[in-house]
């Protein structure tokens, strides 16, 4: 997120018990926890491990308010470093919420009936967190209920094009990823096939040095 980045905040990577006072604490929607999972983890999240993201935040709000990463994602980065600092200076309102990408919003309907209490820890912490002058998302389930309406509607291929988005992209980078193996591998063997010209000649400059050195023995010895 490049307001982090702007704002030199970089990700916490040790134990949740010892996060600095001052740390943004961020956090996102189930739907759109399913959607970065997809496409930055190799197997699905289980319903545990989702539930207890969601309660470790609600434990750390108490020290302070936790933020969505989507109102974070339009803020100006000294505005951020300001409010880390104080927590009475204001955040502009970043307006509506972003939609839910549809095969995520389909998905998460059933995970939230498995496990009512996922979606009370994300109500919870909506209540809890900063909001930037606007509303909480408490009517969460009839939001994304609203979006499939008018999304399946519209266009029964979009349930399709949405499932096959991140496997087109993770098929276009793992292309690039390959590409820039075979630059890698052509570098390293144009510097091997350098080095052993260097070798070669060193070992020839090295067998000078010895005829040099012989010749040099024969005309003391005459």
């Known amino acids: 997120m490049r307001c982090l980045e702007r704002a030199g905040i970089v990700k916490w990577s040790g ?11 961020l956090y996102d929607s189930p739907d759109a926890v399913l959607t970065s999972w997809r496409l ?7 319903l545990r ?6 309660k470790i935040l609600l434990g750390l709000s108490s020290y302070r308010p936790p933020i969505a990463s989507w109102r974070v994602a339009g803020l100006d980065p000294l505005r951020l470093n300001e409010w880390l600092i104080n927590q009475e200076a204001l955040l502009l309102d970043p307006g509506l919420m972003p939609e839910a990408e549809l095969a995520a919003a389909l998905l998460i309907r059933p995970l939230l009936q498995a496990e009512p209490q996922l979606l009370n820890c994300y109500l919870d912490l909506e209540l809890k967190a900063e909001l930037a002058g606007g509303a909480p998302d408490s009517n969460y ?15 029964a291929e979009a349930l399709l094009v949405a499932w096959w988005q991140p496997c087109t992209k993770a098929s276009d980078e793992a292309k690039l990823t390959l590409l820039q193996l075979h630059q890698v591998q052509e570098e390293l ?4 096939l350098l080095s052993r ?4 000649l060193l070992d020839c400059h090295e067998q ?7 010749l040099l023995a024969s005309l003391i010895n005459r």
């Open 40 to 46: 930055h983890e190799a197997n699905p999240p289980s």
């Open 141 to 155: 389930l009839a939001r994304l209920q609203s979006q499939l309406a008018t999304q399946t509607q519209s266009s």
């Open 189 to 192: 063997e144009h510097y091997f």
């Open 49 to 54: 491990q989702l539930h207890q993201g969601y």
């Open 197 to 200: 010209r260097q070798q070669n």
């Open 208 to 214: 000078l040095e010895l005829r040099s050195e012989r």
């Open 15 to 25: 134990d949740t018990e010892a996060i600095p006072a001052r740390a943004l604490l």
